[in-house]
């Protein structure tokens, strides 16, 4: 089991690469409106900064919309594999325990055998 320290820790952690990425994925968007705009050399500075924006502002919503759907994805996906896990654990513990069993009655038996001769 982890202690509240370590898990604490994580939580820290994933905080810190969520925001890493995020800040990444906003520099990715501003590149890209950069890259789009330069397409466009007909707008004037002040229409430039307005594209520049929106499409900056589209980008983040986008991935936003993408992340949390991944997100929720990955929530999903852990429940569902928890579930089989838990599953799988029991059934090898119970092959485990009817082995253990059967090989303690053949063993009974073969020493009830052995001394009744």
Same mark, same amino acid.
């Given at each position: 089991?982890?202690?509240?320290? &370590?898990?604490?820790?994580?939580?820290?952690?994933?905080?810190?690469?969520?925001?890493?990425?995020?800040?990444?994925?906003?520099?990715?968007?501003?590149?890209?409106?950069?890259a789009f705009c330069a397409g466009l050399p007909w707008l004037t500075d002040t229409q430039r %900064?307005?594209? &520049?924006?929106?499409?900056?502002?589209?980008?983040?919503?986008?991935?936003?919309?993408?992340?949390?759907?991944?997100? *929720? %994805?990955?929530?999903?996906?852990? *429940? &569902?594999? &928890?579930?089989?896990?838990?599953?799988? %654990?029991? %059934?090898?513990?119970?092959?485990?325990?009817?082995?253990?069993?059967?090989?303690?009655?053949? *063993? *009974?038996?073969?020493?009830?055998?052995?001394?009744?001769?």
């Open positions: 089991m982890r202690s509240a320290a &370590e898990m604490q820790l994580d939580r820290a952690v994933n905080e810190i690469e969520g925001f890493l990425l995020w800040e990444a994925e906003k520099d990715r968007a501003r590149t890209r409106a950069e %900064r307005e594209v &520049e924006l929106r499409y900056c502002q589209d980008q983040r919503e986008a991935s936003r919309a993408y992340l949390e759907r991944i997100a *929720t %994805r990955s929530a999903a996906l852990r *429940t &569902e594999y &928890e579930g089989v896990y838990r599953a799988l %654990r029991r %059934r090898l513990i119970t092959a485990f325990l009817s082995g253990t069993v059967a090989m303690v009655a053949l *063993t *009974t038996v073969a020493a009830i055998g052995l001394g009744a001769r």
